[in-house]
């Protein structure tokens, strides 16, 4: 079993893949600007749908989600259909949208945009937004200069390189892109939202002796045990932009 497919095991199902809540998620739509009355809306990286259910309700706006693991969009499937959402589901990379020259009127990505890189992101999004369309994305940053190295030495080990909010800001403003709003996701969005679905996932599966199993074991264990001694130090930064 490869590592890739190590985690999809580990975590399918799980209510997040990542750190967010639907208080959070609400937050970040109540400070959108205006969006353009037309174009497509775009849930990049959307795993088993937590975000998108609420883009769907919120937006009253049909939503293409993708991502590249085919289990986590049939739960989502399963759950928009229960709910009666309008919400269509791909396969896809969040740089590989297949939209349109000035098609999109929202790019959301929350808790995905690392896996392409924030840059190649916003450049490959810039041009298929509509004029005044708006990225909205979550990415892990440290809060401030000091880097704990216990810290730093894991995220190396396992994240691209991590930059503080300012410097993720001023590489977002170089892409050609306006800010809009930006905030840092409280910790209960780990503890409460995020580490409730993952901790018992580790548990699930700690008996199993497929060596990749036991390395996402062991990783996730670690970032446990990271975030309760270091989380004061960094998080996710929830980033709004609209196109300059």
Not at 140 to 149: D, S
Not at 197 to 205: K, N, Q, S, T
Not at 214 to 219: D, H, L, S, Y
């Amino acid at each position: 079993m490869s590592l890739e497919n190590a985690y999809a095991t580990v975590f399918a199902g799980t209510p997040r893949q990542g750190p967010g809540s639907e208080a959070s998620t609400r937050k970040a739509l109540s400070l959108l600007p205006p969006l353009p009355e037309t174009g497509t809306v775009l849930d990049l990286g959307c795993g088993t749908g937590a975000s998108t259910l609420v883009l769907a309700k919120v937006l009253n706006r049909q939503i293409f989600a993708s991502d590249v693991n085919e289990a986590s969009l049939e739960v989502l499937k399963q759950k928009a259909e229960a709910a009666g959402s309008r919400i269509s589901t791909a396969i896809g990379s969040a740089d590989a949208t297949g939209q349109a020259p000035e098609s999109t009127a929202l790019i959301w990505c929350e808790g995905a945009i690392f896996t392409v890189g924030v840059e190649k992101a916003l450049r490959h999004w810039q041009p298929i937004l509509k004029q005044g369309g708006v990225v909205a994305f979550t990415e892990l940053t440290w809060f401030g200069k000091e880097r704990p190295k216990e810290a730093d030495d894991f995220f190396q080990s396992c994240y691209p390189p991590m930059t503080d909010a300012a410097s993720l800001l001023s590489r977002c403003l170089g892409c050609g892109y306006r800010l809009e709003a930006m905030f840092a996701l409280p910790q209960t969005d780990w503890w409460d939202e995020y580490y409730a679905g993952f901790v018992p996932a580790l548990e699930r599966h700690r008996h199993n002796s497929d060596p990749d199993i036991q390395r996402v074991i062991a990783i996730g264990d670690r970032e446990v045990e990271v975030f309760r001694r270091f989380g004061a130090y960094y998080g996710y930064s929830f980033v709004i932009l609209s196109k300059a």
